[in-house]
């Protein structure tokens, strides 16, 4: 709860401040139309500040779909790749069972020799399991890093025509309880996305 006043407060601390600094400056000499100007058109009368709809622009996000497929195979890659070898390791291991009980080993130190060998390498999936999960989060870790660039670099060079001071990113509802709708940008800014992921491609 406390947490919640801190942000609602750093919110309305930032809103009074922008507030000031427009009643106090003069400045109308810009060549940046700002998206919050007074007069007249859609922005009338808004504040400087704009946000995203994370979730949605995640979900509609050429690139981020495109990611999202990449790292769905590799999992699938990874999943059939542990699938064949754990399978071919059950068959050792039940072969090696069906000829011990049948008492197809020539000695017993034989046998143990086996059942060794097939512990190692029961040992060795073990670690390549853990490699390869470490190799796939460490990817997705990658990828994810990537995207965010990505939207951060095109927010940035978006924001030069649109002169917001804050822009802020809504994830399920949890950052911003309530807004005007006029503050949310995730379409204009999607469509700008796609627009360059498209010619980029």
Request: aromatic fraction near 8%.
């Amino acid at each position: 709860m406390k947490n919640i006043n801190y942000v609602i407060n750093g919110v309305l601390a930032v809103a009074v401040i922008i507030l000031f600094v427009m009643q106090s400056s003069g400045k109308k000499e810009s060549s940046v139309t700002p998206a919050f100007s007074t007069e007249g058109g859609a922005g009338t009368n808004l504040l400087p500040i704009a946000y995203v709809n994370v979730d949605s622009l995640l979900q509609n996000y050429n690139y981020s779909k495109d990611l999202n497929e990449s790292i769905v195979k590799m999992q699938e890659d990874y999943r059939l790749d542990m699938t064949q070898k754990t399978r071919a390791l059950e068959t050792e291991l039940a072969d090696f069972q069906r000829k011990y009980e049948a008492n197809a080993f020539l000695t017993q130190e034989r046998a143990q020799q086996e059942s060794n060998r097939l512990m190692k390498k029961r040992d060795e999936l073990q670690s390549y399991a853990a490699k390869r999960e470490q190799e796939l989060a460490t990817k997705q870790m990658e990828l994810n890093s990537q995207l965010r660039d990505t939207i951060v670099a095109q927010l940035t060079d978006f924001n030069k025509t649109k002169g917001y001071q804050v822009i802020l990113s809504n994830t399920m509802g949890d950052n911003i309880l309530l807004s005007n709708p006029a503050y949310d940008i995730t379409a204009e800014f999607l469509e700008i996305l796609n627009k360059n992921y498209s010619s980029a491609k």
